[in-house]
């Protein structure tokens, strides 16, 4: 008989979880003012609001923690990341820094001026709030079939090149680089082929432009990249990195996901004049250039995450997990974006909640529905996301409206999908007793999920 699937780990440390009672979760969702961000942890019992920062370090880079170099100039840490990272991409040039978006809020400074055109497939909202912040325009070349969520094709992150040349053509000296995020976070954790980086880069040279990979989850997409492109089967994962970044004249890097650290992220660049200039603004903003914004310990960590992750067996760990989960959905007929994408399922919650008006939130109560059927966290992608359209103040009904379960890496077992892909079920089941969503009882002017205050509409 074929063996089953089986974790490649085995664990040594265990964290309690808690359950609690449908009713303590009820007084807690009120409390929380139906917005799952203002609830405590520990209200929480399997938590999918994000796979950011919230992954399982490994025995080894536990270990690398004891072994790390707090010199404040020329860390031994920091030699040993700038390592991995120059094998891994072949990026000579390294500037360490808190996170993801202090990456982007450094290089971008020496990049981005006002009245620039940024094109890229759906830019992630940290990386648009930095190229909107400096007054240039973020612009979203992604393929038209990623809006379709039933549909289903194995690179949905993909860039369309003819959007990409029609702004190359009509804006060539307006747009200082391109950015490619892989995998595509805002599409589902849709992948983005090689072919489609090939072609890419192609239309960069051909204009003269160099392109910038959002690389936070850049071993999930290299992993797509082998299961599902021809001709990378027999290649290592980290054969495909690389040959992906040398299609790239540098990246920004949250480490936050495919490094499995808790907190980190870097640039990473082939070009002196780059590093120069974002050397300027890594230092007031960030920290002397050896440490950025990370601990010693914290960048060797990141180093022993970085090699681990770039291993077919991890990451077939993760990806087998994510794609359990859809395949129970999809036992139960729940509606998600397919396929399932590497560190998340997105629940279409325009086609479950089918009696809840969009102005009454949908996505938003169905999170809520979920929490108080098991405790479990998921977080709103929908319309209260998009917020008020700047000018008119309505709310944004034209996108999508979706309710995002992010898997923590190397942290729940397959158990937890079961539980899940039930508790969801249930909430099914009863879909069309839910006739009422939530309304909005505050709001801040700008990103109001986070802080938004609601109640049971027409309660
Ligand atoms: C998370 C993320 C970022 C921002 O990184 P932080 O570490 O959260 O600051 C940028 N781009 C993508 C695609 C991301 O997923």
Redesign the pocket.
């Known amino acids: 008989m074929e063996l089953p699937f089986a974790e490649s780990w085995k664990i040594k440390m265990v964290e309690p979880i808690k359950k609690s009672t449908r009713a303590e979760r009820e007084q807690w969702l009120k409390e929380a003012n139906y917005n799952v961000f203002q609830l405590e942890g520990d209200q929480v019992y399997i938590d999918l609001l994000t796979d950011?920062?919230t992954g399982a370090m490994s025995d080894r880079q536990w270990a690398a923690l004891m072994m790390g170099d707090e010199s404040y100039a020329g860390s031994r840490s920091f030699y040993q990341l700038k390592d991995v990272i120059n094998r891994i991409t072949g990026f000579d040039y390294v500037i360490p820094t808190h996170?993801?978006?202090?990456a982007?809020n450094v290089l971008f400074s020496a990049l981005v001026k006002e009245g620039d055109i940024v094109p890229g497939n759906s830019h992630?909202d940290?990386?648009k709030g930095h190229i909107e912040s400096r007054k240039a325009v973020a612009l979203d070349c992604t393929v038209d079939e990623a809006k379709d969520t039933q549909l289903e094709i194995p690179f949905k992150g993909n860039v369309d090149p003819k959007k990409l040349e029609a702004a190359l053509e009509q804006n060539a000296d307006k747009i200082p680089f391109i950015i490619v995020?892989i995998t595509n976070?805002t599409a589902g954790g849709q992948p983005v082929s090689m072919a489609n980086l090939r072609e890419v880069r192609r239309l960069a040279d051909k204009y003269n432009k160099r392109v910038i990979f959002?690389s936070?989850?850049f071993a999930e997409n290299a992993y797509f990249i082998k299961t599902r492109e021809e001709g990378y089967a027999d290649k290592t994962i980290k054969e495909i990195a690389h040959e992906m970044f040398d299609l790239a004249d540098g990246m920004?890097m949250?480490?936050?996901?495919d490094g499995i650290v808790n907190m980190g992220?870097f640039i990473a660049t082939r070009h002196e004049d780059w590093y120069e200039a974002a050397k300027k603004f890594c230092i007031p903003f960030e920290g002397y250039l050896t440490y950025g914004g990370m601990n010693g310990r914290d960048m060797a960590a990141l180093a022993v995450g970085l090699d681990e992750n770039t291993e077919f067996d991890n990451l077939e760990t993760r990806i087998h997990q994510v794609e359990y989960l859809a395949s129970l959905l999809d036992e139960y007929g729940i509606p998600y974006q397919r396929p399932a994408g590497g560190h998340a399922i997105f629940i279409d919650a325009s086609k479950v909640l089918t009696n809840v008006p969009k102005e009454e939130f949908p996505a938003q109560t169905l999170t809520c529905e979920l929490y108080l059927e098991a405790g479990i966290r998921g977080c709103e992608i929908g319309y209260i996301l998009a917020d008020r359209d700047p000018v008119t103040r309505e709310n944004r009904f034209g996108g999508l409206d979706l309710l995002r379960l992010a898997i923590a890496r190397r942290v729940y077992t397959d158990n937890h999908m079961k539980v899940i892909a039930a508790a969801l079920k249930n909430v099914y089941d009863r879909r069309n007793e839910i006739t009422r969503g939530v309304e909005i009882v505050w709001e801040a002017p700008l990103m109001r999920h986070f802080t938004v205050k609601l109640k049971p509409a027409g309660k």
């Open positions: 950011s920062g996170q993801g978006r202090a982007e992630f940290t990386t995020t976070n959002d936070a989850r920004t949250s480490a936050k996901k992220g």
